[in-house]
């Protein structure tokens, strides 16, 4: 019998029925309503940056709100088309197919069932963890990319000329150049049109639907004036009505040769829905379960490819709108379907007079604000290691494939990692008198005393790292010019240690004993004491030798000290013990 418990497993969308009352509902109709309005034009412009009939766009968006709402764990999260993926489709597929064909619409619906499928596996098996791998240098250098390549996808149709299809971003630009005296004029004023209306919008009332009033103005301009007539792309006639239900295309050879870029596509798609999610649980509070969502994103992508759908995600800005018109619950997602489900119903025949200039205008539009290069250099300055990650990859987006250079940035950030996590740094630590602290004395130049060496290893210990740590630790005691009797080694940063990391501290013990030095330990944690216990280390360099306060530290070893040194030597007084002997 499924108890309570077991039920809200199967169902995580019940509890937020708890209390619903008609407050709830009217926000959550405002809510979906909007969303709805902003929704359904992007969906459209959306499929067709993918190389995909606009209606596709329709058929993504008629079932993943709601199912991904459902299932995931952040009620507001609003899922659907995007552009990054949208362009990651298109570089993934055209090199297979001609876009638009049978053949292309095929392999974008297989995309969408194999990120579901990879979504659902991660979830389930609770490997959610796999998002920490995508570092925030990674995703910030590969989004500003991606606007980069998906303007100059979207600035041919602006103007109404043709180019070749391209992979790279040079070669567009320098085939857009070759084109520009060939520029439609009408077409250009009516994406300039469109572009005027969405940045008015934008400027004044942020709320106001500008990208849907946008295409509806051009549209009507166009079917009244017929300009279509003299050149102007539009989106031409739509299928009306729910997309069939039909299984998709499974062939193994194909699936195998997919499966690179539906891993890319599920990393960056959920990147994406992880960003808004944290962005949204920040107001909410709201718990984020990142295994979750990926079962949420997981159904809404498989259910969708059930129905034509390309792959979807999460989206910011849609997410933004929702969180911001009072959306409570899913229910704002289930009417913002609903809204997609109507125009599929009763207005795709009017669709046919969009221009493709509009769609290419709102494109730009949305894409254009994730192009931060400022962002890029000042994570350089913050921290160079993800200034590197960042700005390869955004340097390898644009001279390769996107999806190319996303990997590429992961294995670096990871190549990175594994480099500072093998190269701890030893900081040496002294008491400053007059603030009555321990700080770090390379950093504030103080000087140490010249009997005790204060060391800090600021990373675990183990068989990757524990020679070099031990090999520097020793090179800053040689460093000491001064009679050294004690080391006193702070293991605060140390949560963990390796069999190992205990034969190099054997070693160490030993060099120290060869120079008459004697080694002694500060905040050494729980699990870490066991293993030094376990491995007869403690019992080596002496139980009393590890102490959990640094006040008994220092006096332990100031009693053993050359006193006479101390009075008759040092010129410092950096212990309240000195006075004593001074």
């Not at 796999?130 to 980069?148: E, N, P, Q, Y």
């Not at 996107?402 to 940035?409: H, N, S, V």
């Not at 321990?438 to 140490?448: C, M």
């Amino acid at each position: 019998m499924l108890n309570h418990g077991k039920i809200y497993h199967l169902f995580p969308f019940l509890p937020w029925l708890k209390g619903y009352n008609r407050t709830a509902l009217r926000q959550d109709a405002v809510a979906g309503a909007t969303v709805a309005v902003v929704l359904i034009p992007q969906a459209m412009a959306y499929a067709m940056l993918a190389g995909l009939p606009a209606v596709y766009g329709l058929y993504a968006a008629m079932l993943a709100p709601l199912v991904a709402a459902l299932y995931g764990s952040l009620q507001q999260l609003s899922t659907g088309p995007i552009a990054i993926l949208s362009l990651l489709v298109l570089t993934t597929l055209s090199p297979l197919a001609e876009p638009g064909t049978a053949r292309y619409m095929e392999l974008a619906v297989l995309l969408a069932f194999m990120v579901g499928i990879l979504y659902l596996a991660i979830g389930m098996f609770r490997l959610g963890a796999v998002m920490s791998f995508i570092s925030h240098s990674t995703v910030r250098g590969f989004t500003s990319a991606a606007s980069l390549i998906i303007c100059a996808t979207q600035v041919p149709h602006l103007l109404g000329i043709a180019v070749p299809r391209r992979e790279y971003l040079f070669p567009m630009v320098y085939d857009l150049i070759k084109g520009l005296p060939s520029t439609h004029l009408p077409t250009l004023i009516v994406g300039l049109l469109a572009f005027a209306v969405i940045f008015v919008a934008k400027r004044y009332r942020a709320a106001f639907p500008g990208g849907l009033v946008a295409l509806i103005l051009t549209s009507v301009l166009l079917a009244l004036f017929e300009w279509h007539e003299s050149g102007i792309a539009i989106v031409g006639p739509t299928p009306a009505g729910f997309p069939h239900f039909e299984i998709p295309f499974l062939h193994f050879k194909t699936m195998s040769g997919l499966l690179g870029p539906a891993i890319v596509i599920a990393l960056v798609s959920f990147a994406e829905t992880y960003s808004v999610g944290k962005a949204v649980s920040g107001q909410t509070k709201q718990r984020v379960d990142v295994n979750q969502e990926f079962i949420g994103q997981g159904l809404a992508n498989l259910i969708g490819s059930f129905f034509q759908s390309y792959p979807v995600s999460g989206s910011f800005s849609r997410t933004a709108i929702n969180f911001a018109s009072g959306a409570r619950t899913w229910v704002s997602s289930a009417v913002a379907n609903l809204g997609v489900i109507l125009a599929l119903l009763f207005l795709t025949p009017y669709m046919a007079y969009i221009p493709r200039a509009a769609l290419s205008a709102l494109v730009i539009s949305a894409v254009i604000i994730l192009f931060h290069p400022g962002q890029v250099f000042s994570l350089w300055k913050m921290n160079r290691h993800d200034g590197i990650v960042a700005f390869t990859v955004f340097a390898l987006a644009i001279l390769t494939k996107p999806d190319y250079a996303l990997l590429i940035g992961v294995a670096l950030s990871l190549i990175l990692f594994l480099w500072k996590t093998m190269h701890p740094r030893i900081v040496r630590i002294t008491k400053d008198p007059e603030l009555n602290m321990f700080l770090n004395a390379d950093v504030y130049r103080k000087p140490n005393c010249p009997q005790i060496l204060e060391l800090r290893p600021d990373n675990c210990i183990f068989f990757g790292n524990a020679e070099y740590t031990m090999e520097r630790i020793l090179m800053r005691v040689e460093e000491q010019k001064t009679p050294l009797k004690f080391l006193l080694l702070d293991f605060e940063s140390i949560a963990f240690m390796d069999i190992s990391g205990v034969d190099e501290l054997f070693g160490l013990l030993d060099e120290l004993k060869a120079r008459n030095i004697e080694m002694a330990f500060l905040y050494v944690h729980l699990p870490v004491k066991k293993v030094l216990e376990n491995t007869g280390f403690l019992d080596r360099v002496g139980r009393d030798r590890v102490k959990e306060k640094m006040g008994e530290a220092i006096a332990y070893l100031f009693e053993r000290l050359d006193h006479g040194y101390c009075r008759n030597v040092c010129p410092y007084k950096l212990f309240h013990e000195c006075s004593t002997v001074k």
